[in-house]
């Protein structure tokens, strides 16, 4: 079976970008029921021109209805199953029985896929939701790689699916409470204010006195306490492979265009021309925390990311390519550049990784500019590549 790359996509933009550098599905939420209730998301009529985008480029989406429902949600679910059915969508997404029932009461055609959020951390579990009718798991990502292929040798005829890059969770598979508690907002219904990722102090107090506020420190490098490093698995992809993942699960709905190019392009190429590193450089030019594997090749008590909530990437975001026009790239600004400036290009193409110091370039009215910071009007750049529509610009720090 080949291995499927599986990208978030959180508009239509996010979805072309996805495809566009080499994803072979996407999963994306509604405006109902998804834990990403602060991504764009698509309506009911963007999410049918997904679908058929999608299928004509020979792609698949899979839709997310992953939230914890409560009674009253289930009448409005069951509609939006009979929708996705009848809009042609690859698969659903869920994570409690309740919800797998509705799906199947309401749109028996329509494929399911087990959400991660269902904590899915062993055999008997992934043959309870196969026999339940749902045709693939997406694994727990506290699960080691022998843990998966023990899986795999138990229930062959589901499909598993598993994270490879992107935002971890402290909380087990996802499940918790700080944001409801901190914010109010409750994060298995979609609205998480990822309070993890906050700088924590403690106070100072007893019966006698308060001594006021402390800066909280482990070993003097900061107070993230909570705030997991980000996964990095693109050097196990083949032991991936070989322990039954059949799906390669990128993390990110609520991430930039930028970000989902980069990570995808990568992942892309280690994919199909083997690991090496460039692989690994090039996964360090968008934001990301430290890179650690989790629990993929066993017990791992370093996966915090203390020093800091997140580092900036190794290159500034600059545009998109737009098309071309007489021989010159039409780029829709993103970040300030100017003339003079060295500009590197991310693309699937042969294109990838070329610069060029930036030329001549002409404002939209004709008139010749030195310094483009005009966020995205569509600037006419001299450039010696052939760019594509979709192609991305950044320069290097």
Not at 79 to 87: H, R
Not at 163 to 178: D, E, P, T
Not at 311 to 324: E, F, M, P, S
Request: net charge negative; with cysteine.
């Amino acid at each position: 079976m080949t291995t499927e790359l599986l990208a978030p996509a959180g508009n239509f933009a996010k979805l072309k970008t996805a495809f566009y550098f080499g994803a072979d599905a996407a999963y994306l939420g509604g405006k109902e029921f998804s834990l990403r209730s602060f991504a764009d998301n698509f309506t009911r009529e963007e999410l049918v021109r997904a679908v058929e985008y999608a299928h004509g480029l020979g792609k698949k989406v899979y839709v997310t209805a992953n939230i914890y429902a409560r009674n009253g949600d289930l009448a409005a679910m069951e509609d939006y199953f009979a929708f996705l059915e009848q809009a042609g969508a690859d698969a659903a997404l869920i994570s409690d029985p309740g919800v797998l029932y509705a799906a199947k009461k309401t749109a028996p055609g329509l494929p399911v896929h087990i959400s991660t959020q269902a904590n899915i951390t062993n055999k008997y579990a992934v043959k309870f939701w196969r026999d339940m009718g749902a045709c693939r798991a997406v694994l727990a990502r506290e699960l080691s790689l022998a843990e998966i292929a023990e899986i795999h040798d138990f229930v062959p005829d589901m499909e598993l699916e598993a994270f490879v890059h992107g935002a971890m969770c402290i909380s087990y598979s996802g499940r918790c409470l700080l944001s409801d508690y901190l914010t109010g907002r409750p994060s298995n219904r979609g609205e998480c204010a990822q309070a993890c990722r906050w700088n924590y102090s403690i106070r100072k107090h007893d019966d006698k006195s308060d001594s006021g506020w402390l800066d909280m420190e482990e070993d003097e490098r900061g107070a993230y306490i909570l705030n997991s490093k980000d996964l990095n698995m693109s050097a196990y992809l083949d032991k991936m492979r070989q322990s039954g993942v059949c799906s390669f699960k990128i993390e990110g709905r609520m991430k930039s265009e930028y970000y989902l190019a980069t990570v995808i392009n990568a992942y892309r190429r280690c994919m199909d021309g083997g690991y090496s590193g460039v692989v690994e450089r090039e996964l360090a030019t968008a934001a990301h925390r430290d890179y650690t594997t989790a629990y993929a090749l066993g017990e791992n008590h370093d996966t915090v990311n203390y020093s800091d909530s997140q580092a900036k990437g190794d290159c500034d975001y600059i545009g998109n390519v737009a098309g071309t026009e007489g021989g010159c790239a039409l780029v829709e600004m993103r970040g300030r550049f100017r003339k003079g400036d060295v500009l590197e290009v991310l693309s699937p193409s042969e294109n990838f990784g070329r610069s060029f110091e930036v030329g001549n370039v002409w404002l939209p009215d004709g008139s010749l500019t030195d310094d483009c910071k005009l966020v995205q009007t569509v600037y006419r750049v001299e450039c010696p590549y052939k760019l594509s529509a979709g192609d991305i610009l950044r320069r290097r720090k």
